[in-house]
C-alpha cells in the first residue's frame, strides 16, 4: 500500500486513496501511507459499512476540502505522537536478536507425526456445522459496535441495535445454510520439516534428504526485558542440527465461493445492507472453518491433541496447543510467503482460492496459514526491524533490497535506501534510523527522502496542509 502510495505521488495523481482491511490501522496509514501520497487524501476506512461515508464527504464540493484537511492534520499528530514514541525503544542487531531467540528443549516433546504426509482436500464443508463455531464479537465490531458477544446483546447502549442487527445475521445466515448459497472447501497439507537458522526447509519424505520448499521468518529486533526472548516461528521448529524429526502444516480455507453473487444481487436491488451484512457473514464463516478444521487438525488430522475437549469460549481464547499463523499477520508480515504454501498446496486447483499479484486472496472471505504443533508455540508480532535483517532476508530471499524493502515496508523501521521516486543521494552513509527534534527545522528538507517522517517533515507537512 505503500508503494501504491508513492506511485500515484509519482504519477501525478489526486484522487482519494482509501484504506482497508483486516491488516491496516489509522496508525499504519498515518505513518507509512499518507507521507508517500501529498497530492491526494488518504483515508483509513475501518470497515465497508463506513466507506460510503467518507466517499460522500470527499465527493461533496462543499465538504471535500475541509474533510480532507481534517484528516490530514489528525494523521500528522498521529505520525507526531508515533515518532516520539519510537524515539525511546531500543533495538538489536539481527544478530543479538538471534542469540536471545527462544530456547526449548527438544528432548522434552518428541513432535508427533501427522496421520498423513502430503495434500487433502475437503469440499463443499456443511455450513451449519461451520456455524457453530463463529466467533461473533468481530462480526459486531465491523459494524463499529464495540462490546463482546453475547454481552453486547444487553449492553444499555449498543444493545438494541446489536439484537436488531443479530436477528437479521441470524435470519440471513438461516437462509445461506438452508439454500447453499455459498461453497466452503479447503486444501491442507503436512510435512517433514526443520529449522535451519531463521528459515523453515520442507522436506519431500521422512528421509529429509531432498527440500522441496523453504519458509522464511523475520525475527524479533525490540530489545526486550531479561528473560524473554527475541521470537521468530522458525523458533517453534526443532532445528536440522537437533537430529529431531519435525513437521509443518499448512492450510487454506474459504467459505466465499458464492459470495460475490449474491452479494451483488442484493446490491442490484439497492439493498446495500444486505449486500454489506452477507459479506461480513462470508467472513464470520471463513474464520470459523479456519477455526474448526484447526481443532480437526489437533484432534484427527495431525493427531498430536486428540483428548482435546475445547469448545466455544475455550477455542475463542485459543486455550489449545499450537498455533496457525498466516503470512501478512503480526507473526510473520511478509505476503509473499503465500506464495510458497500455495504452491505446496497446489491451492488454487484443490480450494478454488487464488492469489492476487498483490498476494490478497480471492474470494476475499477466506483463510490460509501454517500449523505448529509445538506446545511452546505462541502468537506474537515482530514488530518494527532493522536494516540488517531486511538486507540478511533479502539475500536469502534471492531478493534485491528494493524489493524486500517494498514487501516489507509496513514494518521497517528506517527509511529505505530507495522507492518509487528518485533515491536521496549517499542514502547508504546516514544513519538507519533518524528522528529528528524541533531544532532541525532549519534543515534542508530537499535531501530527505520521500516518505521521510522525521519530526522536521511532520510539521512541515502540517504548515502545508494548514495553508
Known amino acids: 500500500m505503500s508503494f501504491l502510495a508513492a ?11 482509501l484504506i482497508g482491511g483486516a491488516t491496516t490501522s489509522r496508525v499504519h496509514t498515518a505513518v507509512k ?5 501529498q497530492r491526494g487524501p488518504v483515508v483509513h476506512v475501518n470497515d465497508a459499512s463506513r466507506a460510503v461515508g467518507v466517499a460522500s464527504s470527499l465527493l461533496s464540493p462543499d465538504r471535500a476540502q475541509a474533510y480532507a484537511r481534517e484528516v490530514r492534520d489528525e494523521y500528522l499528530k498521529i505520525a507526531t505522537v508515533h515518532a516520539e514514541a519510537q524515539r525511546n525503544k531500543t533495538r538489536l542487531t539481527l544478530q543479538a536478536a538471534r542469540d536471545n531467540q527462544a530456547k526449548i528443549d527438544w528432548s522434552k516433546t518428541e513432535p508427533k507425526k501427522p496421520s498423513f504426509l502430503g495434500v487433502k482436500s475437503l ?24 462490546g463482546r458477544y453475547p454481552a453486547i446483546l444487553d449492553d444499555p447502549k449498543a444493545g438494541p441495535v446489536a439484537r436488531s442487527l443479530f436477528e437479521d445475521a441470524q435470519a440471513m445466515l438461516k437462509r445461506i445454510i438452508d439454500e447453499k448459497w455459498f461453497t466452503a472447501r479447503a486444501t491442507i497439507g503436512f510435512w517433514p520439516a526443520n529449522a535451519v537458522g531463521d528459515d523453515i526447509i520442507v522436506y519431500a519424505d521422512d528421509a529429509r534428504d531432498a527440500s522441496i520448499a523453504t519458509f522464511h521468518t523475520l525475527r524479533q529486533q525490540l530489545e526486550k526485558r531479561e528473560g524473554r526472548p527475541n521470537v521468530a516461528l ?24 458464492g459470495e460475490d453473487v449474491i452479494a451483488d444481487r442484493f446490491k442490484n436491488a439497492n439493498d446495500d445492507y444486505s449486500s454489506i451484512l452477507v459479506k461480513a457473514l462470508a467472513d464470520r464463516l ?18 498430536y491433541a486428540p483428548d482435546e475437549a475445547f469448545g466455544g469460549e475455550d477455542l475463542i481464547l485459543e486455550k489449545y496447543d499450537g498455533i ?23 491451492a488454487e486447483r484443490n480450494s478454488g482460492v ?4 498483490s498476494f490478497a486472496m480471492w474470494p476475499g472471505s477466506s483463510v490460509s496459514g501454517l ?7 505462541y502468537y506474537f508480532g515482530v514488530g518494527k526491524i532493522e536494516r540488517d535483517q531486511v538486507e540478511d532476508y533479502a539475500a536469502r530471499k534471492g531478493w534485491e533490497m528494493t524489493e524486500a524493502e517494498r514487501w516489507l515496508a509496513p514494518v521497517l523501521n528506517y527509511i529505505p535506501t530507495a522507492n518509487a521516486n528518485t533515491p536521496p543521494a549517499n542514502d547508504a552513509k546516514k544513519p538507519s534510523v533518524k528522528v529528528m527534534s524541533a531544532a532541525d527545522l532549519g534543515d534542508d528538507l530537499a535531501s530527505h527522502p520521500t516518505g521521510c517522517n522525521c519530526v522536521a517533515h511532520l510539521k512541515f507537512r502540517q504548515r502545508s496542509a494548514r495553508g
Open 7 to 17: 506511485e500515484m505521488e509519482r504519477n501525478g495523481l489526486d484522487m482519494p486513496l
Open 33 to 37: 501511507i499518507d507521507p508517500n501520497y
Open 123 to 146: 469440499d463443499s464443508y456443511p455450513l451449519g456445522e461451520l456455524a457453530q463455531y463463529i466467533d461473533w464479537t468481530p462480526f459486531f465490531q465491523t459494524w463499529e459496535l464495540t
Open 234 to 257: 522458525s523458533d517453534f521448529m526443532a532445528p536440522r542440527a537437533s537430529g529431531v524429526a519435525d513437521y509443518i502444516g499448512g492450510f487454506v480455507v474459504t467459505a466465499g465461493i
Open 286 to 303: 471463513a474464520e470459523a472453518f479456519a477455526e474448526r478444521l484447526h481443532q480437526r487438525v489437533r484432534k484427527e488430522f495431525w493427531g
Open 324 to 346: 496457525r499463523p498466516a503470512p501478512g499477520y503480526p507473526a510473520q508480515p511478509d505476503h509473499t510467503e503465500k506464495a510458497t504454501l500455495f504452491r505446496l498446496l497446489d
Open 354 to 357: 487464488k492469489l492476487t499479484e
Open 371 to 377: 500449523y505448529f504443533s509445538h506446545p511452546e508455540s
